[in-house]
């Protein structure tokens, strides 16, 4: 995916906080709720819509598209995230293919694409920005569905979201 090393190693000390709510990841859960409503609300009747969900971390979106009938895949290039996302499933009892990937891997085993993409609070970890909106815009199917949720590049949204928001306050 290309994530510089602040997000790398950011995600790999979250481990089972993911499914926290109380946690580090707690304004995560409190946002969930509102951007699957608002990307379903767009995207309308979700059962049996293969839905690609890229740098998923612990799976909270991945779910709720698979709880509503959705064909989900979650790619992140966090083991432990993955491994966080592939138990709670088991648990939830949601069948999801969890991956560790880049979309770019994705595109090179020449999947078939997929009907919606999903990519939320990921592009502000990416290196090479051009190289993955690029590979995701390959994977999705023609007349698809393409969500990117991330922080303004301004110096203070940066400042406040990243520094303060992540780094600081955790």
């Given at each position: 995916?290309g994530?510089?090393?602040h997000?790398?190693?950011?995600?790999?000390e979250l481990?089972?906080d993911?499914?926290?709510?109380?946690?580090?990841?707690?304004?995560?859960?409190?946002?969930?709720p509102?951007?699957f409503?608002?990307?379903?609300?767009k995207?309308g009747?979700?059962?049996d819509?293969?839905?690609l969900d890229?740098?998923?971390?612990g799976?909270?979106?991945a779910?709720?598209?698979?709880?509503e009938g959705?064909?989900?895949?979650?790619?992140?290039?966090?083991?432990?995230?993955?491994?966080?996302?592939?138990e709670h499933?088991?648990?939830?009892?949601v069948?999801?293919?969890?991956?560790?990937?880049?979309?770019l891997?994705?595109?090179?085993?020449?999947l078939?694409?997929?009907?919606?993409i999903v990519?939320a609070?990921?592009?502000e970890h990416?290196?090479?920005l051009?190289?993955?909106i690029r590979?995701?815009?390959?994977?999705l199917?023609e007349?698809?569905f393409?969500f990117?949720?991330?922080?303004?590049?301004?110096l203070?949204?940066r400042?406040?979201a990243?520094?303060v928001a992540?780094?600081?306050l955790?």
């Amino acid at each position: 995916m290309g994530l510089n090393s602040h997000g790398c190693k950011k995600f790999e000390e979250l481990g089972g906080d993911w499914w926290n709510p109380k946690g580090r990841l707690a304004a995560l859960h409190r946002i969930n709720p509102i951007r699957f409503e608002y990307f379903a609300s767009k995207i309308g009747d979700l059962k049996d819509r293969r839905v690609l969900d890229i740098g998923c971390g612990g799976g909270l979106l991945a779910e709720e598209f698979a709880k509503e009938g959705a064909i989900v895949t979650g790619i992140d290039l966090s083991p432990v995230s993955i491994d966080a996302a592939r138990e709670h499933a088991k648990g939830s009892g949601v069948e999801i293919d969890y991956r560790v990937a880049s979309p770019l891997e994705l595109v090179k085993e020449g999947l078939k694409p997929y009907d919606t993409i999903v990519c939320a609070e990921v592009l502000e970890h990416v290196d090479d920005l051009e190289g993955f909106i690029r590979d995701s815009c390959t994977l999705l199917k023609e007349r698809g569905f393409i969500f990117f949720g991330t922080i303004n590049k301004t110096l203070s949204a940066r400042f406040f979201a990243i520094f303060v928001a992540e780094d600081l306050l955790g």
